[in-house]
């Protein structure tokens, strides 16, 4: 399997599509792949939503955005966004979300995958709370 390629994944929301749009070269993914979602007010627009970078042998490297969960009732999208060395996740990841399509990813948290804990942030009326 050569070229570019759009793998296709219905299941994974059941009521959306979902994209993984890339190359392959020997029949592993290469180079920049983005992850799209169709939008629900727009059949026919997809949503760039994550994605990242793999090397010559599938290997995920460099910054990637990683989409962890969308929720249909509250239209929410959940991703983190950090960095991958030798298909792993290193560091300082950002946990981000954002309730529906129009508005911007808010950051919720992040997690420190070298010392694993996670610093949580919850905002309230306009005011910032740290918990650990």
Excluded at 32 to 39: E, L, N, P, S
Excluded at 93 to 110: A, E
């Amino acid at each position: 399997m050569n070229g570019n390629w759009i793998d296709l994944d219905d299941m994974y929301l059941g009521f959306l599509s979902l994209q993984f749009v890339g190359q392959y070269k020997n029949g592993k993914k290469v180079g920049k792949w983005d992850i799209k979602f169709q939008t629900e007010k727009d059949l026919y627009h997809y949503q760039l939503i994550g994605g990242g970078e793999y090397d010559n042998n599938e290997i995920r490297i460099g910054k990637w955005t990683d989409l962890v969960e969308i929720f249909k009732n509250v239209k929410e999208t959940i991703i983190q966004v950090g960095f991958y060395k030798n298909d792993e996740k290193e560091g300082f990841w950002d946990i981000m979300k954002r309730v529906n399509d129009n508005q911007k990813f808010q950051l919720m948290g992040q997690e420190n995958l070298n010392k694993k804990y996670f610093l949580h942030k919850i905002l309230l009326s306009q005011q910032s709370k740290l918990k650990l």
